[in-house]
């Protein structure tokens, strides 16, 4: 599996410089996303003394948001900041999106 900057299995790999702007791109939208689950949960269930329910909200939005993440990158090979900057995340023998299991494998190594 390779980030490619076309469809076609013979695309070259994108050049680092793009893949880290993809990938703090995906960081800040995920980490923003996480951060306005925790303060949601915070505000509305923490604060009014329904702490477990609260703590579950914020670990099940974490989990959701990566979860997203990876199944756009198994079924489209994109995430937004591939998206902005042209990458997809490709199987190298076929060039097609590379499924969701590899992509959820993929993001628990590689966390992007």
């Known amino acids: 599996m390779t980030t ?9 790999a994108a050049e680092i410089d793009r893949r880290f702007l993809a990938l703090a791109i995906d960081r ?5 996303l ?6 949601a949960s915070w505000f509305f269930l923490i604060d009014a003394g329904q702490t477990v329910v609260g703590w579950v909200v914020v670990v099940l939005g974490v989990l ?7 199944v756009l990158t198994g079924l489209r090979g994109l995430t937004p900041g591939k998206a902005l900057l042209g990458l997809r995340v490709v199987h190298h023998g ?19």
């Open 34 to 39: 996480m951060v306005g689950i925790g303060a």
């Open 4 to 12: 490619a900057s076309s469809d076609g299995p013979s695309a070259p």
């Open 64 to 70: 959701l948001v990566g979860l997203l993440f990876a």
């Open 94 to 112: 076929t060039g097609t999106p590379i499924g969701i299991g590899p992509a959820i494998m993929r993001s628990l190594i590689v966390a992007a």
């Open 28 to 32: 800040l939208l995920g980490w923003g």
